[in-house]
């Protein structure tokens, strides 16, 4: 343990007391709001207006301002459900398990839109809305996981332990992580390959590539405003009588 | 860490691994049945169903689209690059349609070897770029001496 230094531990454990979180997420808030809205307003402008049409795809393209990073987002928000589930199995800290169940439903908006826009896009330029390739399918069982996730908690009366339940699906569904991103390479699909994680230069022109990538950013600061406010809910709800929470609903009042 | 910390991790770590190998096994079994479509080439050298609908996907052979008739039936060559596949359609071609384009078509192989389509999808290539870019590479591509 002696490779962590020492400041990190002390900011582990005061984001693991409940109060001390969240007052900070309070403070937080005002400015993840702002961000998310400089970014969005930057990344819609320079990608509906700015960015030049396709050269065969004309404007129909532009749909990617949403598809791409919502499909990314899917993917990071389940990969930190799942941490963050293994982090509350193993350590049993409260915090991690409310950052786990209260990403689910963020998570599973995305993989919602992600698979509608692409749906959209799907039947004038492929000429179908769906086909059962190995991309779109499974993406679409991550929709399932994440929907899985949610009823599992919902289903288990004592938080704890559906924390615990939770947790371990999310752990058992982390293996379709690297199926959908490598999916595209590992099989013949319908669906396009990587345009911008492959390793060489990607190949996407920078003046598309750029409104693409301050979207992803917007949309990973929309994710944790949700998140945030989620979880801070959810703590309210699970402490009810502790002494913080009584004192926040008394200066509410 | 404490040993029951250490335990757990250990526990997940051992599940994590164990599920992704057999989920690794199992999509290797079925790697076949997960290919979304067969190649030209493995259509010529047989691999393809001989009296079953399967897809087949191949990029447009540039010159090869014709349209006799009543307009609505196409006869063009797929290829990838190294054999082609005469395939035959009758409907609506997608927007992305075009010679020198990735599309995948869904149909069978009539006795004389063509292959009738009774859907065809385009393939959308990874690549993104404006106008402009694309005509000056090809105009580089044109200058270039071919070798």
Redo the contacts between chains.
């Keep these: 343990m002696a490779l962590i230094p020492a400041p990190v531990i002390r900011f582990y454990h005061r984001m693991a007391s409940p109060p001390h979180f969240y007052a900070l997420t309070e403070k937080l808030m005002p400015w993840l709001v702002a961000i998310f809205v400089v970014l969005l307003a930057i990344g819609l402008y320079g990608g509906l207006y700015l960015a030049p049409p396709d050269y065969q795809q004309g404007d129909s393209y532009r749909i990617i301002y949403i598809h791409v990073p919502s499909a990314w987002m899917s993917l990071f928000i389940y990969v930190m459900m799942a941490v963050t589930g293994a982090i509350g199995l193993v350590w049993r800290i409260k915090l991690a398990e409310i950052v786990a169940i209260s990403s689910a439903s963020v998570g599973a908006s995305f993989t919602f839109i992600a698979l509608v826009t692409g749906s959209l896009w799907g039947k004038p330029m492929w000429g179908t809305w769906w086909v059962w390739d190995a991309r779109l399918t499974s993406e679409l069982i991550l929709l399932f996981l994440y929907l899985g996730v949610i009823g599992l908690y919902n289903a288990i009366d004592d938080k704890r332990t559906a924390s615990k339940a939770v947790a371990i699906l999310a752990l058992v569904g982390v293996v379709n992580i690297p199926v959908i991103h490598y999916s595209v390479e590992w099989w013949n699909t319908l669906h396009q390959g990587p345009t911008v994680t492959k390793m060489d230069k990607p190949s996407i022109h920078v003046s598309m590539l750029v409104p693409l990538l301050v979207m992803a950013g917007a949309f990973k600061f929309y994710y944790l405003i949700a998140m945030l406010k989620r979880a801070q809910l959810e703590l309210l709800q699970r402490e009810p009588t502790s002494a913080w929470v009584k004192k926040i609903v008394a200066e509410q009042i | 860490?404490k040993p029951i910390?250490r335990q757990?991790?250990i526990l997940?770590v051992l599940?994590?691994a164990g599920?992704?190998a057999g989920?690794g096994f199992a999509?290797k079994s079925f790697?076949e049945n997960?290919?979304?479509?067969f190649?030209t080439s493995d259509v010529l050298a047989g691999k393809a169903p001989p009296d079953r609908l399967f897809r087949l996907?191949g990029m447009v052979v540039k010159g090869s689209v014709q349209r006799p008739g009543d307009g609505l039936t196409v006869h063009f060559k797929l290829t990838d690059y190294s054999k082609e596949v005469a395939v035959q359609y009758t409907g609506?071609?997608?927007?992305?349609?075009r010679e020198g384009q990735g599309i995948?078509a869904n149909g069978k192989l009539d006795g004389r070897g063509v292959f009738v389509a009774d859907?065809?999808?385009?393939?959308?290539?990874?690549?993104?770029?404006?106008?402009?870019?694309?005509?000056s590479l090809k105009k580089q591509a044109a200058s270039k001496p071919i070798e």
């Design positions: 860490m910390r757990r991790l997940i599940m994590v599920i992704g989920v999509l790697n997960l290919m979304y479509f190649s996907g609506i071609l997608p927007d992305l349609f995948v859907e065809v999808l385009a393939k959308h290539d990874e690549n993104y770029m404006p106008p402009e870019v694309k005509a």
